[in-house]
């Protein structure tokens, strides 16, 4: 198919070099230096090398994530500029730290001194729609017993 002279690590090789300016030895460092594992997940994808992952913008090669985490970096990545959030002057690492401070510790517990919780889905929906009539319905009982007993 690929003739005498094909060898799989050569391909690999000219890839390493072409794509992210690594040897196989570099890629290598960079796969012990992260004990062979996604740097993300920490997980080992099972039959498969990890992948190379870079940045689209400039080129600089960040380290081995798996096909999974690789994908969903690279969505944040492209989201980040097709929801035009870097137009607003806040780079990208900022953005994500903010993210994780805020899923972490949320201002609207902060600000009123205690979790609330409302709908646990999208709001609008069918689902939405029967919970919330659902919930009026307990509401307006519970209403109800407070004036009667007053």
């Known amino acids: ?28 460092a960079i796969d012990a230096y992260q004990s062979r594992v996604c740097f993300i ?17 400039s ?13 969903w970096l690279g969505k944040i990545e492209n989201n980040f500029k097709r929801y035009g959030i870097h137009k607003t002057g806040v780079p990208l690492l900022t953005a994500l730290s903010r993210v ?10 902060q600000a009123l001194g205690r979790e609330v919780y409302g709908y646990p889905g999208r709001v609008g929906t069918k689902a939405f729609r029967k919970w919330a009539k659902k919930k009026a319905v307990m509401i307006q009982r519970t209403d109800d017993g407070r004036h009667s007993k007053s």
């Open 59 to 71: 080129g600089l090669v960040r380290g081995l994530l798996c096909n999974r985490c690789n994908a």
């Open 41 to 57: 997940c920490g997980r080992k994808p099972p039959g498969r090398r990890l992948a190379t992952d870079h940045c689209h913008t």
């Open 1 to 28: 198919m690929f003739g005498a002279s094909y060898d799989p690590m050569d391909a690999r090789t000219r890839l390493l070099k072409a794509a992210f300016n690594l040897t196989p030895g570099d890629w290598d």
């Open 100 to 109: 994780l401070k805020y899923l972490s510790n949320p201002p609207a517990t």
